[in-house]
């Protein structure tokens, strides 16, 4: 166990909805980070959270966004889902350190 | 931006061998390179990191070494067993709590 903790564990819904997938960081860490995984694919950097404020954007699409709450967790929302949304998508977090913790993810499915 | 390349895709090798993943990288600037290992189904999870400071660093039957100058690295497993088959991931970053950028993943299987 990690110590990351990620809700939904599923999460199955249609084209057109919009979801919102939650991450609790380790006791202590302050950044946090988002990354989607589909099918045999890599992991692709979303975005990252230090303390409150965005510090880093990948691929993110617009109709992706996320915020990080003055309790550290975060919340990544998902928003016109498309078939192709449909993927792994996990939270890590990480103190100053680098290394980064991730957590179980979520499993978007988009029917 | 900084962009990873992981080489081989896929590697299939007998129990017991040896097995070596590289990984390149394009910012020179980039001074933190993790490994990471996803078995199927599950989170990913850090084996071994290496800094920009340290040439090679080894823990047990995993080691990895850094050219800084050729802006490589590699992971190098030996005496593979069939629990070492998985999704290994290298990544670089450039500062403390910073972007991780990813390679693509090399998908080992360990023949028994």
């Known amino acids: 166990d990690s110590g990351v903790t990620q809700t939904p564990k599923h999460l199955i819904t249609a084209t057109g909805q919009r979801v919102t997938l939650r991450c609790s960081p380790r006791s202590g860490d302050l950044s946090v980070y988002w990354y989607q995984q589909s099918l045999d694919q890599g992991l692709q950097f979303l975005i990252q959270?230090?303390?409150?404020?965005?510090?880093a954007k990948g691929n993110i699409l617009e109709r992706f966004s996320a915020q990080q709450f003055p309790d550290l967790h975060s919340e990544l929302n998902l928003s016109s889902l498309e078939l192709g949304d449909s993927a792994l998508y996990f939270c890590a977090s990480s103190a100053p350190s680098d290394e980064q913790f991730f957590g179980p993810g979520t499993r978007l499915t988009v029917l | 931006g900084e962009n990873v390349e992981q080489h081989p895709s896929t590697l299939s090798v007998q129990e017991g061998d040896s097995a070596v993943i590289k990984c390149t990288y394009s910012?020179?600037?980039?001074?933190?390179f993790p490994w990471y290992k996803q078995e199927l189904g599950k989170r990913p999870q850090l084996i071994i990191d290496i800094r920009s400071n340290v040439g090679e660093k080894k823990d047990q039957r995993i080691a990895v070494t850094l050219n800084k100058t050729a802006k490589h690295f590699s992971l190098h497993i030996t005496e593979t067993q069939p629990e070492d088959s998985a999704v290994y991931f290298c990544?670089?970053?450039?500062?403390?709590?910073?972007?991780?950028?990813f390679g693509d993943g090399t998908t080992l299987t360990v023949k028994p």
């Open positions: 910012d020179s600037a980039s001074n933190y």
């Open positions: 959270y230090y303390n409150g404020e965005e510090r």
């Open positions: 990544a670089a970053s450039k500062n403390n709590a910073g972007k991780s950028t």
